[in-house]
């Protein structure tokens, strides 16, 4: 397997200059929200030479084979940081079937949309919310120390307050809960909130970490999950919280959100504050076009739209790939990548020829 590049030259503060305006033209950096285990573990081991190795709960040695490997990962295909997210235990009703994707030996899961754990007072009180000084913040704090020169982390809480919120209610359960019980609905969000606040604090004292890029999926095609104004009052003043925390310790603040967003990207612009928006499906809203309309406020982040990724040849990835940066990288305030993430049914090859398309000009 031939990787996209032979010689790294990982540069974080170059990434930071470019997203943020400073430097623009010439090679866009790269980014990515999550890589699947089903494409890492083959470029790991036929393209970095290296033996895979998973990680096992209660085997510290597994652990930190796997973490090495992960740096390793995101070093060797051109990457200027690690990406890591692990959330809080938060107990919820999950539904699992066998990952469709060739080769795969995993499970693919998803949230119970008709069943949640929270549908009165009573289970509020007694869910078993996590503690902040019960979790193991152990591989955050190996990966900050064993980052390689010149790299920097971004890290994230796995979920967001509204994707944990819509776990706990389920779908239906929130949708009727935000009629009969806003009470409850406020409560919880507050409670899951304040612990991702805190999660975050203790992130922030990592000197490695220079951007937070948390997920929080709140639309979908052609709108918002559930209405603008029950994010503004639920889950917005949340994000705007871990940003004004982000930019308190001088690290950026980007986010990762599917879905049709119009009726809310003011408030992600002009109250949130974020740095970066990621997430972008051509069927709503091209990269480019959020570039052309807001790329002197804010990065746009990724946009090769995972359909191409998944269904196109590598011709069509890398034709797509080459406009995007045609378009964007002059005026800065853009990285390549995904437009969503690259999940396990994306062809190995496909996701290279991006990435090849990308750093043709290293």
Not at 81 to 101: K, T
Not at 104 to 131: C, L, M
Request: net charge negative.
């Amino acid at each position: 397997m031939r990787l996209p590049i032979a010689r790294p030259r990982p540069d974080v503060e170059r990434f930071r200059r470019f997203v943020t305006g400073a430097d623009r033209g010439g090679r866009p950096p790269l980014i990515e929200y999550l890589v699947d285990r089903q494409l890492m573990r083959p470029i790991v081991s036929e393209g970095l030479g290296r033996t895979w190795v998973d990680a096992e709960p209660g085997d510290p040695a597994s652990q930190t084979a796997y973490l090495d490997n992960f740096i390793a990962f995101w070093r060797g295909l051109g990457y200027d940081f690690v990406r890591l997210e692990i959330g809080l235990p938060f107990p919820r009703h999950r539904l699992a079937a066998p990952d469709s994707a060739p080769g795969s030996d995993a499970d693919r899961s998803w949230a119970n949309q008709h069943e949640g754990v929270i549908a009165s007072w009573a289970d509020f009180e007694t869910y078993a919310w996590p503690r902040l000084q019960d979790f193991d913040f152990g591989p955050f704090e190996y990966v900050n120390r064993h980052l390689p020169e010149r790299m920097g982390l971004i890290v994230s809480h796995g979920g967001g307050v509204y994707e944990h919120l819509s776990d706990l209610f389920s779908y239906e359960g929130l949708c009727l809960a935000l009629h009969d019980q806003p009470d409850l609905v406020a409560a919880a969000a507050d409670r899951l909130g304040e612990l991702m606040l805190g999660f975050y604090r203790t992130l922030l004292d990592l000197d490695g970490v220079f951007a937070l890029f948390p997920g929080d999926d709140m639309g979908f095609r052609t709108s918002t999950l559930i209405s603008p104004a029950d994010l503004r009052r639920l889950t917005l003043p949340w994000h705007t919280r871990f940003a004004a925390l982000a930019h308190e310790h001088g690290r950026l603040y980007f986010l990762h959100s599917c879905g049709n967003l119009a009726a809310i990207l003011p408030d992600l612009l002009d109250t949130v504050g974020i740095d970066g928006k990621h997430s972008f499906e051509d069927a709503i809203l091209p990269a480019e076009q959020f570039h052309a309309d807001y790329g002197h406020r804010v990065a746009a982040l990724g946009g090769v739209d995972v359909d191409i990724l998944a269904r196109g040849t590598e011709a069509d990835v890398r034709a797509r790939t080459r406009a995007l940066i045609d378009a964007c990288a002059p005026a800065g305030r853009f990285a390549i990548g995904s437009g969503n993430s690259i999940p396990s049914y994306i062809p190995v090859p496909n996701y290279l020829a991006m990435l090849e398309e990308a750093l043709r000009d290293a």
